[in-house]
């Protein structure tokens, strides 16, 4: 079936550290994938996504690439901040319909 | 600004009472969602809707209803056959072009009961 399976957090990392939050998807057909954040009492904001093999999504820092050899799309920064503390959730579409298989969530923290 | 507004922001509800959370967006989207995120958890799809006047059961549907009269309103009730409903509360909305429609989220609204 359709899943989404990402690394437990807590994340705890030194600012400027270099981060990497793995994500690993089951699906069938060709899905989108996408990375959300979320800040502490808040929704979920988009922050990058990919919609084909080997793309690449950006934004604010961040990265991602679609990898569909390893069912793949690991989010990566290479110099945290404090304010990059929050919760990030990897999800992809399935094919049959307009929803969104989503992880667990991976809580971030970022010290000074 | 287009986006999507929920309201209230925190709500109280005694046990027994029915209490229903709003939804609006002026994004023009077909589609509208509702999420239940528990502390330090996923989220969860209670309802969907793709169009107007259609919405379907998601996964933890028991103890939920939801309208969909206008393309720009979603409400959520939260009944009392809701046996846990003290968590938070997420709305979202999306086109219905394909696979590579973005939801986008509202603020969420806090759900404790008393």
């Known amino acids: 079936g359709n899943s989404v399976t990402q690394m437990e957090g807590p994340v705890t990392l030194s600012e400027e550290a270099f981060l990497t939050i793995n994500c690993t998807y089951t699906a069938t057909g060709y899905p989108s994938l996408f990375w959300y954040v979320q800040y502490p009492g808040e929704g979920l904001q988009l922050l990058l996504k990919?919609?084909?093999a080997d793309d690449k999504g950006s934004n604010k820092g961040f990265e991602a690439t679609y990898r569909k050899e390893t069912t793949s799309f690991h989010l990566e920064k290479g110099s945290v901040q404090v304010s990059d503390s929050a919760v990030y959730f990897c999800?992809?579409?399935?094919?049959?319909?307009?929803?969104?298989?989503w992880g667990a969530g991976t809580k971030l923290i970022i010290k000074p | 600004d287009g986006g999507i507004t929920q309201s209230p922001k925190y709500l109280f509800r005694k046990e027994g009472q029915n209490v229903t959370l709003s939804c609006e967006q002026n994004l023009n989207h077909d589609a509208m969602y509702w999420y239940r995120q528990d502390p330090g958890q996923g989220l969860r799809l209670i309802y969907y809707s793709q169009i107007v006047n259609d919405f379907q059961k998601g996964d933890i549907a028991e103890g939920y209803s939801v309208s969909r009269e206008k393309k720009e309103s979603f409400p959520l009730t939260v009944t009392s056959a809701q046996k846990n409903p003290t968590a938070f509360y997420l709305c979202a909305s999306s086109t219905r072009t394909g696979h590579t429609d973005t939801q986008y989220f509202g603020p969420g609204t806090r759900l404790t009961v008393l």
């Open positions: 999800a992809h579409t399935m094919d049959s319909n307009y929803q969104l298989i």
């Open positions: 990919a919609t084909k």
